[in-house]
């Protein structure tokens, strides 16, 4: 853009270092409004999924990651995902035994 005015030489400086320092307190659930310097939480349900693979215990997972009510994390999954957290954790028992069964040699 500039060659088309006629410059032919610019004077840049190095790269900015940033920092970001983050308290949680921007952090909002979806749906909710935002206010400035707000965004949405998108990677509990994320984290909650990968912890349910390993952990299998809605409950456990539900108040390690801070919510109150097993009954909200259920609905804030199902949201996310499209089915609630123990469908999730019957469809990635489908999903690992299929897995399995393709790495099994044939007998």
Known sequence: MLAATGVTQVRVGRAPTVGLLATGSELRAPGEPLGPGQIYESNRLALAAGMLKKNRSVKTVCFQLGFKRVSHFSR?????Y?????QFLRWSDLQGRAAFETVESPR
């Open 76 to 80: 804030e999954f199902k949201s996310h």
């Open 82 to 86: 499209g089915i609630p957290p123990t």
